[in-house]
């Protein structure tokens, strides 16, 4: 346990539908990373976070994600309207201060229908 | 643009054989090197990593890993593999020049046979 959370666990929805992720960061880490993994493939970078603010969105987040961090704890990850192609595991991951280690959540593994 | 290649996909190693796992990277700015391992339906797991000074570093569960710039390369090792350390490895790249991102390889899939 590296003392990141991610809810939920496993996500399976339909197409079309709305879905939310959340994560709950190592309590004293103001940098917050998403990244998304499919089957096969490393993870690749979506967004982060220091403290509340987005500082930088990848190309792969189309204007269906949308990534919040309120008060800089957690931070939620929405994907409107989904697609087949959204099914993926999502990782969290939380880093103190500008520099060091990136300690990652389990992970949620989303699936479209 | 900077990416990072792990070209095996799969390794297959006898329980007691030793193991290296191929990491090269292509990286525009002074790089901190990552190796995690991931088990099935699982995050992350941080094995060891690199970000300045002696080029061989220790990590846990008696693995190692040697930075070598000229190369560019990171490649993990282990002396003596054991049922447990079967596994997906990745290598990943990151750096404050960028945000700290990481850049991660495709995988490489460790089978370990008894």
């Known amino acids: 346990d590296t003392g990141v959370s991610q809810d939920p666990r496993h996500k399976i929805t339909k197409r079309g539908q709305n879905v939310t992720f959340r994560c709950d960061p190592i309590s004293e880490h103001n940098r917050l990373y998403w990244y998304r993994q499919t089957l096969g493939q490393g993870p690749e970078f979506l967004t982060y976070?220091?403290?509340?603010?987005?500082?930088?969105k990848s190309r792969l987040l189309s204007d269906r994600f949308s990534a919040e961090r309120p008060k800089g704890s957690f931070s939620t990850l929405e994907i409107q309207r989904t697609e087949q192609g959204d099914s993926a595991m999502y990782l969290c991951?939380?880093?103190?201060?500008?520099?060091?280690?990136?300690?990652f959540g389990p992970g949620t593994r989303l699936t479209v229908l | 643009a900077q990416s990072v290649t792990q070209p095996d996909i799969h390794i297959t190693v006898s329980e007691g054989a030793s193991l290296e796992l191929r990491c090269n990277y292509s990286?525009?700015?002074?790089?901190?090197l990552f190796w995690y391992v991931q088990s099935p339906g699982q995050g992350l797991q941080l094995l060891l990593k690199?970000?300045?000074?002696?080029?061989l570093v220790q990590g846990i569960k008696g693995f190692e890993a040697e930075f070598k710039r000229s190369q560019s390369s990171f490649n993990l090792r282990k002396p003596s593999v054991h049922w447990s350390d079967a596994a997906e490895y990745f290598c990943?790249?990151?750096?404050?020049?960028?945000?700290?991102?990481?850049?991660f390889g495709a995988g490489t899939i460790l089978r370990v046979k008894s």
């Open positions: 690199y970000f300045s000074g002696d080029t």
């Open positions: 976070f220091q403290n509340e603010a987005q500082l930088e």
């Open positions: 990943a790249v990151g750096s404050m020049e960028y945000g700290n991102k990481l850049v």
């Open positions: 990286y525009g700015a002074t790089p901190y």
């Open positions: 991951a939380s880093l103190p201060g500008g520099a060091g280690t990136q300690y």
